[in-house]
């Protein structure tokens, strides 16, 4: 399984960016698709999860409300759209994926998923 993150770039203040991330390989590995975010000098944090069927998608709660999560099954692609963005949302956005879903209540930790792609910088000046 490959994931290939791609949409980021550098926005002002209260504009909007939508990332990608493009799964190849079997789309029986990817039952679970996550993004993740990483600042300079911080940890990594999960944003938002999806499963490739139905199910809630739960957001960091500092972007509730500005992110949305989708998924093309087709395309064995995932979005987020991220609008009304701001300078703390500055960092390198990861894609992650795992065969199996997870409780909604851990897939926003890191240590689940088995696959990641390489990151998008995203930059939100002031």
């Known amino acids: 399984v490959q994931l290939q993150a791609s949409g980021g770039g550098l926005v002002q203040t209260g504009g909007s960016l939508r990332l990608s991330c493009a799964a190849s390989?079997?789309?029986?590995?990817?039952?679970?698709i996550a993004w993740f975010r990483q600042a300079p000098g911080k940890e990594r944090e999960g944003v938002s999860c999806?499963?490739?069927?139905?199910?809630?998608?739960p957001y960091l709660s500092s972007v509730r409300g500005r992110f949305t999560i989708s998924r093309d099954n087709a395309k064995n692609t995932v979005y987020l759209q991220m609008n009304s963005l701001k300078p703390e949302d500055t960092a390198v956005y990861f894609c992650a994926a795992r065969a199996i879903r997870v409780p909604t209540s851990s897939c926003l930790y890191s240590v689940f998923y088995d696959y990641w792609g390489q990151g998008t910088l995203v930059t939100v000046s002031s």
């Open positions: 390989g079997s789309s029986l590995d990817y039952g679970l």
């Open positions: 999806i499963s490739r069927g139905s199910g809630s998608t």
